[in-house]
């Protein structure tokens, strides 16, 4: 499609009204500032963050595991398959020359929060936030490349120096979503070996198990662990990590929660050495050793994608993801 019939051209998108309503509509095609491209959406995956946005209504589209191909003629980049990474940054602050590009100084932007989004068929993408996509990836397991995969693999990286699997160390992973089950993944591809799982859903359990991890109950803490990851962001789940973590371990705290968390300072907390660890999403740089990732379990990643559906049934499917009974369903455009 050249660039002039897009001018003015209308796009269809979902609208998240709140009170768990979303609307396919009509809506202009985005504009695209300097320095941006405008991706033609190809697959967009549903994110249990996005929950907040289904409940209260959201300002922009939502949507933020986006997969597409840039769609602007005379740009170098027209024709690449590409994914999306979420937060804007500079490049050139203290934090972005260190690598540590999701934490920008200077420019916090999330696409699919505060700016458009994935669910919907084109959305506007700043340059340096294009990830492009190898062929030997197919379509449907691109958009994993980013939370599922980028946020658990760097979770894990950023805690190695402390806990290195050569110490054959117990590792706890709580909640196993499609992050706690790529934690499990990333666990296991840099040499962790003793992986244990907890979470009240027994499906998830089955794939974690099929993954390679040792079923752990929920709740019990009869035994300690070098090293706990916490994915579900439940706060139940954030004081047992404090509790069971060895002394001279880690938790790293990856869930989110959008409520207040209060920790007791009694003499679980207070009478201890551990580290305490948030990670957050993942530094541009870690693409390359994400994309080897997702080649070294492809059939692995695969089993966590168990939904394609369009746009018009995203209202149905949202509903049905929420409720827990899907892992990873991806939106898929024509
Ligand atoms: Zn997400
Ligand atoms: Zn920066």
């Keep these: 499609m050249p660039d002039a ?3 003015n051209a209308q796009m269809l998108a979902a609208v998240f009204h709140g009170a768990e309503r ?3 509509e009509r809506a ?6 300097r320095g941006e491209v405008l991706l033609r959406i190809v697959r967009t995956a549903l994110c249990g963050s996005d929950f907040k946005l289904w409940h209260k209504g959201a300002e922009f589209t939502a949507g933020h595991e986006i997969f597409g191909v840039v769609e602007m003629p005379d740009h170098p980049m027209h024709g690449r ?9 500079c490049g050139q602050c203290s934090a972005c020359r260190a690598g540590a590009t999701q934490s920008c100084l200077e420019v916090s932007s999330l696409i699919g929060w505060n700016r458009p989004g994935g669910y919907a068929e084109f959305v506007p993408v700043p340059e340096n936030c294009l990830l492009p996509v190898p062929d030997d990836i197919e379509d449907s397991l691109a958009p994993l490349l980013l939370d599922t995969i980028g946020t658990s693999a760097h979770a894990v990286r950023f805690v190695r120096p402390l806990v290195p699997p050569q110490s054959g160390a117990p590792v706890l992973v709580t909640g196993a979503g499609p992050v706690g089950l790529g934690v499990v993944l990333a666990l296991r591809s840099m040499g962790y070996a003793d992986i244990n799982v907890s979470d009240p859903n027994a499906e998830r359990i089955a794939i974690a198990r099929a993954f390679g991890a040792k079923a752990h109950p929920t709740g019990d803490t009869s035994r300690r662990f070098k090293l706990v990851v916490e994915c579900s962001g439940a706060h139940a789940a954030r004081n047992l990590g404090i509790e069971v973590v060895l002394p001279h371990g880690a938790l790293v705290l990856v869930g989110e929660n959008a ?12 009478r201890k050495d551990f580290y305490m660890i948030r990670t957050f999403y993942f ?4 693409f390359e050793e994400n994309v080897e990732l ?3 379990h492809k059939d692995e990643y ?7 559906f369009d746009l018009a049934s995203l209202p149905e499917n949202f509903a049905r993801f929420a409720s827990g009974k899907l892992i990873k369903p991806v939106l898929a455009f024509e």
């Design 283 to 286: 530094p541009v740089g870690d």
């Design 22 to 24: 979303i609307t396919i």
């Design 302 to 308: 695969r089993r966590l994608v168990d939904l394609e």
């Design 294 to 296: 997702l080649r070294r």
């Design 28 to 33: 202009p095609i985005p504009e695209v500032a």
């Design 81 to 89: 398959r590409c994914v999306v990474y979420i937060p804007t940054h």
């Design 5 to 7: 019939k897009l001018h």
């Design 259 to 270: 409520a207040p968390w209060m920790i007791e300072e009694g003499r679980v907390f207070r």
